[in-house]
């Protein structure tokens, strides 16, 4: 067996070694490819035993624009069946020669790595992702596809005979690659696939490079057109996009439309267009005429951080009730003598409330002058840090859950937070010091978990969580944010920004359609819960909040030279 046989088998086999950190399990670190089988080692998803769905990519596999074919094998075996090292010995020898050939060819070496189900799900995979409680797997390969958006698919199973179906689509509708071929994945688009069978005496990677060197032109798939033109957008044409879908209510206040909306005054400003101010303060004009309550009947931390909206335009018109809003909120955060207290209310011990406590105290201190509020916001801070940050640099989400897990969603929070109260921070400030280093260890931390799509994970430390798309684009902000500042580094944090600002273009559709956004999540007890919160496919209001606050973000950089666009 040879080096590069070996090592890819003991992947396959083994990616779900575990060692002891912060009370969970972690994946062993990705084992190293010989040189000559140079690759990308990572997971595109993981099963109920928490398995990882080993995958090898080459890295220009990644790129839509690659003028090589972009190919991806899938075998739809258990990792110990047979068919697994024969197709795995055989990508091994082309990846040996592979610079020789028009053509780019990473592996799934197993889909099944803990077995084939009894009865394994059709295609396209139902139910919400990724929580199956049976097949799971199903929709992690489904999806990750998608994203990926290969020229073409294989997909391989063992049998007496080689055949190749192209037709799946007709032969095989509920087949991966019968259900690719026809049907819009991850609401993409089509993807060309192949289904073979493949007999143990066959080389299929060698008969492949055969056909294709006739039929590969014509191969054809809308998900990879369709990504083409996603990325190719400017930041202006998807805050465009999303303006239209997201940011025309406020039907409480709460930090999800809260965000959408100063998305929309941000747009207007990018644009020179005034409507978007006008219609914004129509829509808030309840809450400032005091017709209705910006607190409500049961306020949360949530609550909190949606009196942002009321800073926002409090900075642009002057108008002192909007400033009122925001001191009655931020108020809170002191007892009837003045004193201030331990941390604002309704943290819930979650790390979220880095975001939903702080940035509203620091904009009342700007607002007002006052520095009781900027001291207000360091306690506060360090109350949350004391309570979730690990040592790592990572926030556990909450003290419930033993496994200390670091939720996606629970550290976008803390950096989108510190960015948005450092940037409202006087630098004079006795508070300005201790919180941007503390912004600069999170951002530290965070990249370093940076995946090969340029995404960031539904737990931020295990690559095979779903890539989730609220926390990518909550970190990206933050990053622009402290660039355009000159908090961080342009030359190590330019590149990381580009590599996330493609992925989450990828994932924003037409009519504000999204990719893997996490539903509502509290405190959860284990890894393992937040492993099954809902990835949620299409629109999310959470979601698109999130992603007008990044791409106008972005046009901003652009706009005053801080950032060069990245290339398609």
């Known amino acids: 067996m040879t080096n590069a046989l070996r090592f890819l088998v003991v992947a396959a086999v083994s990616l779900h070694q575990t060692s002891l950190c912060h009370g969970q399990l972690a994946v062993a670190p990705a084992f190293r490819f010989p040189p000559h089988t140079q690759a990308i080692h990572t997971a595109c998803g993981v099963t109920r035993k928490n398995t990882p769905i080993a995958i090898a990519l080459p890295a220009d596999l990644l790129n839509l624009h690659s003028p090589r074919l972009r190919v991806l094998l899938v075998v739809e075996g258990a990792v110990d069946a047979p068919i697994v090292p024969q197709v795995v010995r055989q990508w091994a020898a082309f990846r040996a020669t592979s610079p020789a050939h028009n053509l780019q060819l990473g592996l799934i070496p197993s889909m099944y790595p803990d077995g084939i189900p009894k009865t394994p799900a059709g295609f396209p995979p139902s139910g919400a992702a990724y929580g199956d409680a049976k097949n799971p797997e199903a929709v992690y390969v489904w999806r990750y596809i998608g994203n990926l958006a290969p020229d073409l698919v294989v997909t391989i199973r063992a049998g007496d005979e080689t055949t190749w179906d192209w037709k799946a689509a007709t032969t095989a509708p509920r087949s991966l690659a019968g259900a690719l071929s026809s049907n819009d994945v991850a609401g993409i688009g089509t993807v060309a696939a192949v289904s073979v069978v493949c007999s143990p005496s066959d080389n299929v990677v060698e008969q492949l490079i055969a056909i294709l060197a006739d039929e590969g032109a014509r191969l054809q798939g809308k998900a990879k057109s369709e990504l083409q033109r996603r990325v190719d957008r400017s930041p202006i044409d998807v805050a465009g996009e999303l303006s239209r879908v997201y940011g025309h209510q406020l039907s409480s206040v709460a930090y999800i439309p809260s965000l959408a909306l100063i998305g929309r005054l941000r747009l207007g400003e990018l644009t020179d267009d005034p409507t978007h101010l006008r219609d914004v303060q129509q829509i808030v004009s309840p809450y400032r005429d005091g017709t209705k309550s910006s607190l409500g009947d049961r306020p949360s931390g949530s609550t909190l951080s949606g009196h ?62 006052r520095e009781p509020y900027f001291k207000m916001a360091g306690t506060h801070l360090r109350f949350m840090l004391k309570l979730n940050l690990r040592d790592d640099g990572l926030h556990q989400h909450s003290p419930l859950d033993p496994a200390s897990t670091a939720w996606g969603r629970g550290n976008g929070f803390p950096a989108l937070g510190l960015a948005l109260s450092l940037s409202d921070l006087p630098v004079k400030s006795s508070e300005r010091d201790k919180m941007l280093s503390q912004y600069r260890a999170h951002i530290s931390a965070m990249i ?47 590149p990381v ?3 996330a600002w493609h992925a989450i273009k990828r994932r924003i559709g037409p009519n504000g359609q999204l990719i893997d956004v996490c539903a509502g999540t509290g405190k959860q007890k284990s ?20 992603a007008l606050m990044v791409a106008t973000e972005i046009a901003f950089a652009e706009s005053e030279s801080i950032l060069v666009p990245a290339a398609p």
């Open 527 to 546: 890894y393992r819960d937040y492993l099954d919160r809902p990835a949620i496919l299409g629109k999310d209001d959470r979601g698109g909040a999130m």
């Open 497 to 499: 920004v580009h590599r």
């Open 308 to 369: 942002l909206i009321f800073g926002e335009l409090a900075l642009r018109t002057g108008d002192k009730r909007f400033i009122d809003l925001v001191k009655n909120v931020a108020d809170l955060g002191f007892d009837d003598s003045g004193s201030s207290k331990v941390a604002m209310p309704f943290h819930s011990e979650m790390s979220d409330s880095v975001f939903m406590g702080t940035p509203i105290l620091v904009q009342a201190g700007r607002l007002t002058g």
């Open 448 to 494: 370093a978990h940076q995946d090969e799509m340029g995404m960031w994970h539904q737990v931020v430390d295990h690559p095979e969580s779903y890539r989730e798309f609220t926390v990518t684009c909550m970190t990206t902000f933050a990053i622009v944010r402290g660039l355009r500042e000159g908090w961080l580094d342009k030359k190590q944090y330019e």
